[in-house]
């Protein structure tokens, strides 16, 4: 990452801080510890069953449902401008693609998001984010490239830690970009500002995340390879909601225990 781009990641980051009102709870006490710029992402959202979904979600987290459907999101996507606070992105390190699979749940009052797995590239972000959020990361080989208004994105497991998982897809937006409409499915799905992880001994942390409002674009995708449900057990209900959006800065704070 050139060191300008760098630097309009960090401020870009920092200038989130200034835009809250659309949270459902105030910012977190205490100092953001790392930020992130997340670019081009696919959003493929399916319902499933809850009672199947059940097993594979902690019994300390309510499953959040919307019109009685629990839901499974697959996010493809770049990032770049990983820093910690107080300090430059470093180059070669601080860009790269990720996919996560998660779902919705609630602790407390608060709903979040429960990560089924994430991949990433990089073998140092990937044993961080296990040590530090007790997030489930797996090394992949990944590569994301664009063609014009196409963006095309591949993940492809190498980490003997969890199932072998695939994804392929060649996607691109087909309308405008417009606010997620508060109470919306849309806004259900996107506006979450929580992440869940337990700990070794069983206990729920929680990590807070900020960024400004989604704003997403109607899509279309071309799926080759997808065998991100393949170890769930858990089938679609219905028809895949697919949304992409431009660019989004994150700011996050470290998990701590989970209150409520």
Do not use: C, K
Request: charged fraction near 25%; aromatic fraction near 10%.
């Amino acid at each position: 990452m050139r060191a300008p781009d760098a630097l309009r990641a960090a401020r870009a980051q920092r200038r989130t801080l200034g835009d809250t009102a659309h949270r459902p709870w105030p910012l977190p006490d205490g100092p953001w510890v790392m930020g992130q710029s997340w670019l081009d992402l696919l959003f493929r959202h399916v319902p499933v069953d809850p009672d199947a979904l059940r097993p594979y979600v902690p019994a300390s987290l309510a499953l959040d449902l919307f019109d009685g459907a629990a839901w499974i999101s697959v996010a493809a996507f770049e990032i770049r401008g990983t820093r910690l606070r107080g300090l430059p992105p470093v180059p070669r390190l601080s860009r790269f693609p990720e996919l996560n699979v998660r779902t919705y749940v609630t602790h407390g009052d608060r709903p979040g998001i429960w990560f089924f797995s994430l991949d990433a590239p990089g073998a140092l972000a990937v044993a961080t984010a296990r040590r530090v959020y007790r997030l489930p990361y797996f090394r992949a080989a990944m590569a994301i490239e664009h063609d014009g208004p196409w963006v095309a994105f591949r993940s492809d497991r190498v980490d003997r830690r969890g199932p072998r998982v695939r994804f392929a897809a060649r996607y691109r937006a087909t309308g405008p970009p417009r606010p997620a409409a508060p109470g919306s499915l849309d806004a259900w799905l996107v506006e979450r500002y929580r992440l869940y992880a337990v700990d070794p001994r069983g206990r729920v942390l929680s990590g807070d995340i900020h960024h400004g409002p989604w704003s997403l674009r109607a899509a279309e995708a071309e799926i080759a390879a997808d065998t991100t449900l393949a170890g769930l057990g858990v089938v679609p209900a219905g028809d895949p909601v697919l949304h992409v959006t431009g660019r989004q800065d994150v700011v996050f704070w470290p998990p701590r225990r989970a209150g409520g």
